[in-house]
């Protein structure tokens, strides 16, 4: 188990989970990112912005 970085809920990580991988936590809602592996390394994921087409 890993640990929401927002709000320190359990958050269940994949055993064939990748680097990039988007997760959402089941009790904040938060957009998580795995960013490590062995140990699972969990950031919050960065907000993606509207393109425009400029």
Same mark, same amino acid.
């Given at each position: 188990?890993?640990?929401?970085?927002?709000? #320190? =809920? =359990?958050?269940?990580?994949?055993?064939d989970?990748?680097?990039?991988?988007? $997760?959402?936590?089941?009790?904040?809602?938060?957009? $998580?990112?795995?960013? #490590?592996?062995?140990?699972?390394? $969990?950031?919050?994921?960065?907000?993606?912005?509207?393109?425009?087409?400029?």
């Open positions: 188990m890993n640990e929401c970085v927002v709000c #320190g =809920a =359990a958050v269940t990580v994949a055993d989970a990748v680097i990039g991988e988007l $997760l959402e936590c089941p009790e904040c809602g938060s957009e $998580l990112e795995v960013t #490590g592996l062995k140990p699972v390394v $969990l950031s919050e994921a960065p907000e993606t912005e509207e393109d425009w087409g400029q």
